[in-house]
């Protein structure tokens, strides 16, 4: 499994850079760190870390917090304000932790493996993409489709394209939310908007059911309602 990979935002340069030298030597793996949010809301996007250590009051017009409220994976505050306002505004966010400055290596590390611990009891498969491993969470997939020798995994925001059968991958899932629909679909129960018995529609798209599923499928859409 890939290491955790830790985003940061933080506008004060000397502490941006004790936390990645810190988080570092933690052997934790910082793929990227930028000084104000509205370019870590798109360096984030592009990266997709497994957490993200925000700084609430940060240069220009965004905050910490607008970020976190914008953001879809678990985050740990940064600030130099511990007053009722700022932590009221921060708990809205369902952050992962909350660390006033100035903070020591102890209590840094003991917030992000707390966080980690979390993010660790997600379900999530691993993936091979360009030699590198990929975790994806499996709450993220809305549905995988047989391409050949391939599948196409459709996630919320992006698609992935894995070498791996259809066995192979329902036995690489943890999450009871996923349902074999025909021998070309699994789909994530999670994401279905509307059903038949010829057809399942998850978020926009209309998925088939084959014959051989269609008991099968209905007995888990009742068990559903």
Known sequence: MSSIRIYILEDEIITQELLKQTLEDLNYDICGMSTDATTALKEIKKLRPDLALLDIKVDGKETGIRLGNQLDLPIIYLTAYNDYKTIKNAVTTNPMGYLVKPFNAKDLYIAV?????????????????????????????????????????????????????????????????????????????????????????????????????????????????
């Open 113 to 225: 493996e707390l966080a980690v611990s979390k993010v660790k009891s997600k379900p999530q498969i691993v993936v091979k993409e360009k030699g590198k491993n990929i975790l994806i969470y499996e709450k993220d997939i809305l549905f995988a489709k047989k391409e050949d020798q391939y599948l196409v995994l459709y996630l919320k925001n992006s698609e992935k394209l894995i070498r791996c059968n259809m066995k192979d991958f329902l036995e690489m899932l943890s999450s009871k939310s996923f349902l074999q629909v025909h021998r070309s679909y699994v789909v994530n129960k999670d994401y279905m908007t509307a059903f038949s018995s010829k057809e399942i529609t998850v978020s926009d798209t209309i998925i088939p059911i084959s014959k051989g599923y269609v008991k099968n499928v209905m007995i888990e859409i009742a068990q559903i309602e």
